[in-house]
């Protein structure tokens, strides 16, 4: 996957992409990531990139030509074609659509992403009506720049590429994970199709459960004991059923608790609807 980031601030990029897994897949040659500096396509003595808006109003307005001059640069396939060659040009904006796993899973599919962000009051709207063939938001705020957006966005993506994460089934066990929906997920699947026919057994020995697009399950690791705080026995016992069962409930409770609007695309199973039940009931007491 080939990756560019068109920005003001290309120094921005030293450290978010220089660790861990997004370092990994850079070196491995899974993801190459280009740094391109919107000021080396402008052609004033100034490096001008930005001007007045039209019309008044606050603050200053990124200038259409050198980001339309930069992506030209790139060769990018014409908006028009960019699907069927798997390539997008994104736009970075408080106003786009909101980012969550699902677009995530769809980007990690492209062969070339293109991020631009934006700085100041925002860029001309010709960028994202003429060029840019959509607008992501990375959250209902408002950012200084689309820098951090274009970071969170890579970091997100680039553990999805198969051979980015050591064990992959980690991340198709993890938050938000719909299963199918999410673009194939073998063991949940199975766990997921099961469970809806109201069998809560594995199709497989595995103490994890599908997330199913709710939140995770608690982790725990040594010790057993810190400072007197236990780690729940049941996940000492051995039992993966009792395992399953319990990471199953919480996930369920935490959800409830903490994101409520999940549960409305989850896939839930005849169990997990009575847990839910037998959850509120509780919290209800
Ligand atoms: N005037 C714009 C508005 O009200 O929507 C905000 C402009 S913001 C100060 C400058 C740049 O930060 C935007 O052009 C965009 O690239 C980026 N940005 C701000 N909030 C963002 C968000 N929630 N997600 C992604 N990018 C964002």
């Known amino acids: 996957m080939q990756i560019d ?42 490096r001008t990139v930005d001007d007045r808006p039209f019309g ?9 030509e050198p980001i339309f001059e930069c992506v030209e640069s790139m060769k990018v396939a014409p908006r028009e074609e960019r699907a069927a060659a798997r390539q997008s040009v994104v736009l970075l904006s408080a106003q786009g659509r909101r980012f969550d796993q699902k677009l995530a899973s769809e980007l990690a599919e492209l062969e070339r992403l293109v991020l631009i962000c934006g700085r100041y009051e925002g ?5 994202g009506t003429h060029l840019a063939d959509r607008e992501i ?8 720049g689309g820098e951090l957006g274009a970071a969170v966005i890579i970091d997100t993506v680039t ?36 469970e809806v026919e109201g069998n809560v057994r594995p199709t497989r020995a595995d103490s994890t459960c599908g997330s199913g697009g709710l939140l995770d399950y608690p982790h725990y690791t040594r010790p057993a ?7 729940p026995e049941v996940l000492l016992n051995g039992n993966h059923d009792d395992i399953r069962r319990w990471r199953r409930r919480s996930a369920l409770e935490k959800t409830l608790h903490n994101r409520p609007d999940l549960l409305d695309e ?20």
């Not at 992409?17 to 003595?45: C, N, S, Y």
């Not at 860029?123 to 960028?127: A, F, P, W």
């Not at 004991?225 to 780690?231: A, N």
């Open 5 to 46: 980031i068109i920005t003001i601030f290309p120094e921005f990029f030293r450290g978010p992409l220089d660790f861990g897994i997004v370092r990994r897949v850079r070196e491995a040659g899974l993801v190459k990531i280009d740094i391109h500096d919107l000021r080396a396509f402008t052609r004033d003595r100034h």
């Open 123 to 127: 860029v001309d709207e010709r960028v």
């Open 225 to 231: 004991d810190f400072h007197g705080m236990k780690v």
């Open 137 to 144: 938001s990375i959250g209902d705020y408002v950012l200084s």
């Open 159 to 194: 553990r999805l590429i198969p051979g980015a994460v050591g064990n992959e089934a980690s991340t198709r066990q993890e938050s938000f994970v719909a299963g199918t929906e999410s673009g194939g997920d073998g063991l949940s699947d199975k766990l997921a199709l099961s």
């Open 56 to 64: 008044g109003g606050e603050g200053m307005v990124l200038k259409p």
């Open 266 to 285: 989850a896939r839930l199973s005849r169990d997990d609807r009575e847990l839910l039940a037998d959850i509120a009931g509780e919290v209800g007491k």
